[in-house]
């Protein structure tokens, strides 16, 4: 069996600084005082397993932060400004991992609304990045797919058919929804300005991962169920016609596997590289 591994794979940059700064808060709080995220810090299993045997822990929701002596970790997905200020006055620090590109959309998402912009936000609803965005533009119009533009570009053109538009993007959202959404909205708003937010990390895997199909016969995707962006590659892949898996560990690897003679491996932005080191030389 012939292994290729895709050109770009695993840890993203703001992924690999989220973990980082949770190492270096975990370190400096030596077990003395409690240290938190809310939500997971990262979709992969194994990282928050290693995490949490070393006293992070995950909280549901912030009701249940009520140690002020505690160190809370902002995610690379970052929060809205008004849990931001929420959670100071619950914890004694904060560390602020919220992505660099992430940041940039907040930040954006703030300037275009005080410049008077109508904000459309294309991503899910209830994604962690989605929801810390809106709140830098509490009455940006938030659409999930092209099928949910006619209603609302409908409703703000009959109320404001003069208004200044933009439209921003969820970091991972995939370019060709994105651009589906922009016409759908420049039919009511011609003039839309559209914001280049797409992460060059999920474009530069997905790249990676369409050429690695071009080589193999069949494909691995290493990472977490609950990733968004793991899940896209395996639907990537399948989409280019290959047989593909996601697996989290070494021993969900497929027997029917040995059947096809070259194998790709590729990793979502959370897959850590021992986990991919680990596949590699499990395949091999
Ligand atoms: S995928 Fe991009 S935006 Fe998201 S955490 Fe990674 S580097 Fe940041």
């Given amino acids: 069996m012939k292994l290729i591994k895709a050109e770009v794979l695993g840890y993203c940059m703001g992924v690999r600084r989220a973990v980082s700064l949770a190492k270096e808060a975990l370190k400096a709080a030596a077990g003395v005082y409690p240290v938190y995220t809310v939500g997971p810090l990262i979709h992969n299993p194994q990282v928050l397993e290693q995490f949490r045997a070393q006293g992070l822990e995950v909280l549901d929701e912030v009701e249940y932060l009520e140690d002020s002596s505690s160190v809370l970790i902002i995610r690379a997905h970052g929060i809205s400004p008004q849990l931001e200020t929420t959670l100071a006055c619950k ?3 904060m560390v602020d991992a919220t992505c660099p590109i992430v940041k940039k959309s907040q930040i954006q998402a703030r300037s275009l609304t005080g410049a008077g912009y109508c904000l459309f936000l294309a991503g899910e609803q209830h994604h962690g990045e989605v929801i810390g965005i809106k709140g830098y533009a509490p009455d940006c119009l938030v659409i999930a797919h092209p099928g949910e533009v006619k209603e609302a570009a409908e409703n ?16 991972t959202i995939a370019p060709d929804e994105y651009q589906c959404i922009a016409r759908a909205i420049q039919v009511y708003f011609p003039n839309l300005e ?3 937010s797409i992460c060059k990390a999920t474009r530069d895997r997905q790249q990676a ?4 199909c071009t080589q193999v016969d069949a ?8 990733s968004a962006n793991t899940r896209r590659l395996l639907a990537i892949a399948q989409t280019q016609g290959k047989q593909a898996w996601l697996v989290e560990a070494a021993s969900e690897i497929p027997l029917e596997i040995r059947a096809y003679p070259t194998i790709g491996l590729a990793a979502g932005a959370s897959t850590p590289d021992e986990l991919i080191d680990v596949i590699a030389q499990a395949l091999s």
Avoid: M, N, S
Wanted: glycine share 8%; aromatic share 2%.
């Fill in 219 to 226: 494909l691995l995707v290493v990472g977490g169920r609950e």
């Fill in 156 to 171: 703000l053109y009959h109320r404001t058919p003069h208004v200044k538009t933009a439209l921003l993007g969820q970091t």
């Fill in 194 to 196: 559209i914001i280049d």
């Fill in 209 to 212: 991962l369409i050429k690695l």
């Fill in 91 to 93: 914890c004694a620090r």
